[in-house]
């Protein structure tokens, strides 16, 4: 089938996203115009081969808006006043929309309709830039009611062309899904982390795996984070209000004299228990039971390949897999998630090799 | 150097913990006895050659308490009164040792001296056990001032047999360790997850490694958290509270209709990066500068494998590894840590051999 796609697309923002979308377009053959307030980006983004600068007097097919959160919508109206088809991949749909509506006539609105992939971390800038950053990630398309059939067209085949899995939702269901699966995880993580700051060096060897990955998020960019959690704000607030009262009940049972806080404290952690259930299961299909076995690696090049190996030539799945460094010594824990039925087995034949592993 | 404890050691609670130091007792040739409420368990313990069931009017050298924290002070009493020497594996130390010493005499109290191994997760029971389960893990040492030198030796003499590191601290500390290394990161796991619950299930699928790293403490037994956190109840509620001001400020900051709250929500998110840093590095040593590599792998046995073998034979070390999985498709994201400066290397090498990559 014939793409509606056929380019030039220009890239607004040439940071990890743009420039990603960029290569990804390139490597389908599509032309790409870069843009940046910072030509510096500009210009490492072309000579990774992810387009050529902007040419001036020249309409694209297809504006991909890709500038930090807080220039998001003025952007957006720039490029539909421009005449192209406009998408964008901001982390927040609802607020962005509702700007861009206020201030350009329904028949631009029309031409534009909002994205978000699920990729990006830590990183930025182009350096980290990559076709492959969108491989396999989940893409939020949020198009409105007045959108035209093309835009969301273009929009999918941006999806395909980048290896992402399309999700559709409204922009306010957008806006709700992420502020719980991901804004109040990072707000959280980053209290968490915070504490730290008051612990007494010395007391932090005894930090293990559990801290090591609720605090993991907290490293993101303050900045960034700022302008993400603004730009959804009002339902942010809401779900803090909503831990917060969680958190109420949690102090009040730790701190009640009758002996009744027991059994609140523990719904709450039954609730905890739920909640982080409905997130196991890969491949969207539902959840195969899975254990863990650990063993005991020496921290060498090639030490995790020769286990790993090992571990193939058996023939079991690796389904996930932790490295627990060790704080003192040269030697780290792994922990293999595999099917359950298979950890006896694994463990035996890994232990007949030589490896020191435990259930 | 000769041993000082020479056993017999009586294990008292054959589930994971005890039952694996019953196996690391064994494998150093010390005689252990096991004893528990549930018979099962020391059958089973037995059965796995971790000792023998506790003979009759015979009086070990060392107990090794290792209980559900309601029970831990009263089991520790018993074992004092019995006159042997008395350790245990509880992950509270003040109040216990307090409880203790209001029912012993002081004569009887130096022959106790506290312990917690950072070891153990989500799993539990005796088949669970290993000898390997401490090794290279940090174990608190909690002596108290009336400890008697030898009680203090034999301690050390375990945590050394089980392939531990000793870490010195008083119970006080400890306690206040806990509180902010690994009470409170659960707590607000918890929350988190416990947030999932009341998310559409269409919206989970947004969900991407950050909320799953978040979250997974959150699986841990709700019985046996809720007793460790009220058995540390003022400090972890302390610890709350000061959270609970933080987030009486974020939520502040997001509702701020004068413009303000940017900065106070950048010097939150900026304290949870400070707190984060604080934790990195491995092996006690400064942290190195590391960075991530992302490698598209292929779901099947042997695959992992492959990828790290070529790693391996790249010659560099990873130190870390994440697999996130495509929520839609047979295919894993791997994400590698590895030292910064040979980033660039193992990714041109994996391209080379076929890898898709990306920084």
Chains 1, 2 share one sequence.
Not at 35 to 53: F, K, Q, W, Y
Not at 56 to 74: D, G, I, K, M, S
Not at 242 to 270: K, W, Y
Request: hydrophobic content about 45%.
């Amino acid at each position: 089938m014939p793409r509606v796609l056929k380019g030039p697309v220009e890239v607004l923002g040439a940071g990890l996203l743009g420039t990603s979308i960029a290569l990804a377009l390139r490597k389908a053959g599509i032309e790409v115009w870069l843009s940046d307030i910072n030509s510096e980006h500009v210009r490492t983004a072309t000579s990774l081969g992810a387009g050529i600068p902007r040419p001036h007097h020249q309409r694209p097919q297809l504006v991909v808006v890709a500038v930090p959160p807080a220039h998001l919508a003025a952007s957006i109206v720039e490029a539909l006043d421009d005449g192209a088809y406009v998408t964008d991949v901001g982390s927040v749909k609802a607020g962005p929309l509702e700007e861009v509506a206020d201030q350009v006539e329904d028949r631009a609105l029309a031409r534009y309709v909002g994205g978000h992939p699920m990729a990006g971390n830590e990183r930025s800038g182009p350096l980290a830039a990559s076709a492959a950053l969108f491989e396999g990630r989940p893409w939020a398309i949020t198009q409105h009611v007045h959108a035209e059939p093309i835009a969301v067209e273009l929009v999918e085949e941006l999806v395909d062309i980048c290896g992402a899995l399309p999700v559709r939702m409204t922009p306010v269901e957008h806006d709700h899904a992420v502020a719980r699966t991901s804004h109040l995880p990072h707000v959280l993580s980053v209290l968490a982390a915070g504490q730290l700051t008051d612990a007494e060096p010395a007391h932090l060897v005894l930090s293990g795996q559990g801290v090591r990955d609720v605090t993991r998020v907290a490293a993101g960019d303050p900045e960034l984070y700022g302008q993400i959690l603004f730009a959804n704000a009002p339902v942010v607030a809401e779900v803090l209000v909503e831990v917060r009262d969680q958190l109420d009940r949690a102090i009040e049972a730790l701190t009640a004299t009758n002996g009744e806080g027991n059994e609140v404290l523990e719904e709450i952690l039954m609730r905890g228990n739920t909640g982080r259930g409905s997130l196991l299961g890969k491949h969207g299909s539902p959840a195969i039971e899975s254990g863990s076995l650990f063993v005991v690696v020496p921290d060498g090049p090639g030490e995790l390949a020769r286990l790993l190996r090992d571990a193939g030539e058996i023939g079991v799945n690796i389904e996930d897999l932790h490295i627990e460094h060790d704080p003192a010594r040269p030697v780290g824990l792994v922990e293999l998630t595999i099917a359950t039925a298979a950890i006896g087995r694994l463990g035996d034949a890994l232990s007949e090799r030589g490896w020191t592993t435990h259930r």
